[in-house]
T-cell receptor, first 113, second 113 residues
Framework: KNQVEQSPQSLIILEGKNCTLQ??????????LRWYKQDTGRGPVSLTI?????NTKSNGRYTATLDADTKQSSLHITASQLSDSASYIC????????????FGSGTRLLVRP | GAGVSQSPSNKVTEKGKDVELRCDPI?????LYWYRQRLGQGLEFLIY????????KSGLPSDRFSAERTGESVSTLTIQRTQQEDSAVYLC???????????FGPGTRLTVT
């Protein structure tokens, strides 16, 4: 079982609508959680990094939340744009290394006009 | 360039052939990472370089895989006697010493026929 699980696997929304992507992790001890955006044919780009002491962190129209007690994180996208169509990946460092990252399989988001 | 670059962007090879994938990290980044991303799956860690040495090769799936880095810059990932299961996108990332952020290249899509 993957230590980082994401849902939904894919999502289609209309332009302008909001959406929330979920991430559950079991990695322990926990140091930080990252959300990446990966456009088709490109490498992942960091959206936000959250430490265990942070509950909410925003980056423009992206807002990430973290509940370290329940080991859940969410990524909320507000007023979606066509350019938001991408895969969104939740990432947690392995407990035995800060650089070995465990990647979720991602949520593939498609924003339609 | 300002970002991580990889070449080739696409590579199609016949089963049994050797391939070399190249990564040019961001100038000054001492840490370099290789990942593999199979279709629909999360990124898998392959190898980590700190400078020119690789303290962690634990992710290399078999002895057909090897990597080197020279001049604390360019890295090459070599896959010998390629198999169809090697088909994937190979991503390279770089980062600063002690830094937690990893900056990804666009990847090389390898197809083994």
């Amino acid at each position: 079982k993957n230590q980082v699980e994401q849902s939904p696997q894919s999502l289609i929304i209309l332009e302008g609508k909001n959406c929330t992507l979920q991430c559950n992790y079991t990695v322990s001890p926990f140091s930080n959680l990252r959300w990446y955006k990966q456009d088709t044919g490109r490498g992942p780009v960091s959206l936000t990094i959250m430490t265990f002491s942070e509950n909410t962190k925003s980056n423009g129209r992206y807002t990430a939340t973290l509940d370290a007690d329940t080991k859940q994180s969410s990524l909320h996208i507000t007023a979606s744009q066509l350019s938001d169509s991408a895969s969104y990946i939740c990432v947690v460092p392995r407990m035995d290394s800060s650089y070995k990252l465990i990647f979720g399989s991602g949520t593939r988001l498609l924003v339609r006009p | 360039g300002a970002g991580v670059s990889q070449s080739p962007s696409n590579k199609v090879t016949e089963k049994g052939k050797d391939v070399e994938l190249r990564c040019d990290p961001i100038s000054g980044h001492t840490a370099l990472y290789w990942y593999r991303q199979r279709l629909g799956q999360g990124l898998e860690f392959l190898i980590y370089f700190q400078g020119n040495s690789a303290p962690d090769k634990s992710g290399l799936p078999s002895d057909r895989f090897s990597a080197e880095r020279t001049g604390e810059s360019v890295s090459t990932l070599t896959i010998q006697r390629t198999q169809q299961e090697d088909s994937a996108v190979y991503l390279c990332a770089s980062g600063t010493l002690g830094g937690s952020e990893q900056y990804f290249g666009p990847g090389t899509r390898l197809t083994v026929t």
